[in-house]
C-alpha cells in the first residue's frame, strides 16, 4: 500500500533552518509530482510547495526564496525534501507530504503522511 513518512521537524528558533524529508513507498514511481503542505492550529491546510515529473518546483509566495524542495529518486523508495531557511514564527505549523502516486494506484484525492511538527520560536 502507499505509504508516505515525514520526518526532520522540531523546535527552531527564528532564522534557523530544517529540512524535511518525506519517504514514499508501496507503489512504482513514475515521477509523478510530490507536493508538501501545512497546516497551523486553527487554520485550514495550505499548499507549501510540488516539485514536477520535469524537475521544476512550485512555491507559495510566503516561502519563495526561503524553501526549496528537491527530491531523491531511487527504484523502491523516493524521497522528497523541504529544505528550509530562515524560518519565522508563521512558519510553524504541522508539515504534510502529499502524492497522488500513478499507475493503479493513482487516487484523485491523493494519499497522505502523518505530518511533522515545526515549531518556530
Known amino acids: 500500500h502507499v505509504q508516505l513518512v515525514e520526518s526532520g521537524g522540531g523546535l527552531v528558533q527564528p532564522g534557523g533552518s530544517l529540512r524535511l524529508s518525506c519517504a514514499a513507498s508501496?507503489?512504482?514511481?513514475?515521477?509523478?509530482?510530490m507536493s508538501w503542505y501545512r497546516q497551523a492550529p486553527g487554520k485550514e491546510r495550505e499548499f507549501v510547495s510540488e516539485?514536477?515529473?520535469?524537475?521544476?518546483?512550485?512555491?507559495t509566495d510566503s516561502v519563495k526564496g526561503r524553501f526549496i524542495i528537491s527530491q531523491d529518486n531511487a527504484k523502491i523508495t523516493l524521497t522528497v525534501y523541504l529544505q528550509m531557511n530562515s524560518l519565522k514564527p508563521g512558519d510553524t505549523a504541522m508539515y504534510y507530504c502529499k502524492t497522488k502516486a500513478c499507475g493503479r494506484w493513482y487516487k484523485t484525492s491523493g494519499y497522505w503522511g502523518q505530518g511533522t511538527q515545526v515549531t518556530v520560536s
Open positions: 516539485i514536477y515529473s520535469d524537475g521544476s518546483t512550485k512555491y
Open positions: 508501496g507503489y512504482t514511481h513514475c515521477r509523478e509530482t
